[in-house]
């Protein structure tokens, strides 16, 4: 069993930043993606970034240019760095991995609030 936390939501102002981090626990070493999705307030959860064990990122166009996403394998950590953040940007992020057995986990979720 894998249990994630994630941690670095918060409320900003247009334009400013956050950085987002999700902590793994547990049978980690069988992880072989771990992304981050975010759902806003009557919409879908749709996924903003992924990262494999191996360091492939994949990004929503949306994201693409603002956000980073970066793996520290030894601390079982994945960091999503947020610039330049909109309004639209404002959702409810989620941590997720996957293991090579195609199970699926989740964090509780960190609000992020984009607002002037």
């Known amino acids: 069993h894998v249990q994630l936390v994630e941690s670095g939501g918060g409320l900003v102002q247009p334009g400013e930043s956050l950085r987002l981090s999700c902590a793994g626990f547990?049978?980690?070493?069988?992880?072989?993606?771990v992304a981050w999705y975010r759902q806003a307030l009557g919409k879908q959860r749709e996924l903003v970034a992924a990262?494999?064990?191996?360091?492939?990122?994949n990004y929503t166009d949306s994201a693409k240019g603002r956000f980073t996403i970066s793996l520290n394998n030894a601390k079982d950590t994945v960091v999503l760095q947020m610039n330049s953040l909109k309004p639209e940007d404002t959702a409810v992020y989620y941590c997720?991995?996957?293991?090579?057995?195609?199970?699926?986990?989740w964090g509780q979720g960190t609000q992020v609030t984009v607002s002037s």
């Open positions: 997720n991995s996957a293991d090579h057995e195609g199970r699926n986990y």
């Open positions: 547990g049978r980690t070493f069988g992880i072989v993606v």
């Open positions: 990262i494999s064990k191996f360091g492939n990122t």
